[in-house]
């Protein structure tokens, strides 16, 4: 009786290991599966039709080596930044782009204060910068391009000491960067790389009150012209501006943005 428990038990167990191993192999397939899916997914860029303000971003871009972007709120300068790197990246202009943007604090809460490690803190900052890729791509296509560096996502404090080469660096928001936060990733550009630097001076939200470093930045490579625009005097920088009436989120924040900028 006891040697027939023993067996019954021992090909229990057997049983069960053999169940572990087809229930790995198989999530193991299926992972696989969708990861070459994902790897041969394209990029979803036919949507986006870009206006005549964000036309000159395009070009800019194309033709400077930098391009800084005074962009109102709604303007979808981030989106076009993104919409013209993929179409770069897709083309082999660059091995990656680098998207930048600072988890500046907009509100009343603490982010030092909140508990969990850097990774759990940043969370909802990851999710906020990879919503417009979502856009472009997959989860699945985007989580691919990320283990393979075809698109990496970083503040400005785990960049510090980095050079970026062959890469579309898109600096995001970078209202809420001190000047010498700007220099320090303005500096990390290397060899076969080019720069978008994105901001917008009527955005000051931030609950601590630095410096802007894009208008800081933006004043050392413009002047105002006749009709009182400002125009780039460096030959490899570029500099646009997008308006308010160019707000394509609603007419409310359309006016929104108008009453703060008059």
């Given at each position: ?13 057997n ?12 999530q ?13 997914e ?5 949507w986006?039709k ?32 993104i ?39 940043l ?55 001190s000047p ?11 060899k ?20 802007d ?7 050392k ?6 009709e009182?625009?400002?125009i780039s ?18 007419a ?7 009453l703060?900028?008059?």
């Amino acid at each position: 009786m006891n040697q027939e428990r023993h067996v019954n038990r021992k090909g229990k167990r057997n049983k069960a290991k053999v169940d572990r191993h087809e229930s790995r192999a198989k999530q193991g397939t299926e992972l696989v599966m969708s990861e070459r899916a994902a790897a041969s997914e394209n990029y979803k860029l036919d949507w986006f039709k870009p206006t005549e303000g964000q036309k000159e971003i395009i070009h800019s871009m194309c033709v400077n080596e930098l391009t800084a972007v005074q962009g109102s709120s709604g303007t979808g300068k981030s989106t076009t930044a993104i919409w013209q790197g993929l179409n770069d990246l897709k083309r082999g202009c660059y091995k990656r782009i680098v998207f930048i943007k600072t988890p500046s604090q907009v509100g009343d809460d603490d982010l030092g204060a909140l508990k969990g490690t850097a990774d759990e803190k940043l969370f909802m900052h990851w999710v906020a910068m990879k919503s417009i890729f979502h856009t472009f791509m997959s989860k699945g296509k985007l989580e691919m391009e990320e283990k393979a560096e075809r698109i990496v996502f970083t503040i400005p404090n785990f960049i510090a000491g980095q050079t970026l080469d062959d890469s579309l660096i898109i600096i995001d928001e970078s209202q809420f960067l001190s000047p010498q936060t700007v220099k320090l990733l303005l500096e990390r550009c290397g060899k076969g790389s080019r720069v978008c630097l994105l901001g917008d001076k009527f955005q000051q939200y931030s609950t601590k009150k630095r410096k802007d470093g894009f208008s800081d930045f933006v004043n050392k490579i413009t002047i105002e012209d006749e009709e009182g625009e400002l125009i780039s005097t460096e030959p490899t920088m570029g500099f646009v501006r997008l308006y308010a009436d160019e707000n394509m989120r609603s007419a409310l924040s359309r006016r929104i943005v108008e009453l703060y900028e008059e």
